[in-house]
C-alpha cells in the first residue's frame, strides 16, 4: 500500500482539482495522472 505525507496529499488533491476543471478527463484519468504527478 502507498502511504502518501501530508504536504503529498494534498498536492494530490490540487492537481485533482486542476485536472477536473479542465473538464477533458475520466476521474480515472484525473486519478491515475495527479498520483504519477507526485
Known amino acids: ?3 502518501l505525507e501530508n504536504g503529498d496529499v ?3 488533491l490540487l492537481e485533482v482539482d486542476r485536472l ?3 473538464g477533458n478527463l475520466s476521474d480515472y484519468d484525473i486519478l491515475v495522472a ?3 504527478r507526485l
Do not use: D
Open 10 to 12: 494534498e498536492r494530490f
Open 34 to 36: 495527479a498520483s504519477k
Open 1 to 3: 500500500m502507498n502511504k
Open 20 to 22: 477536473k476543471s479542465s
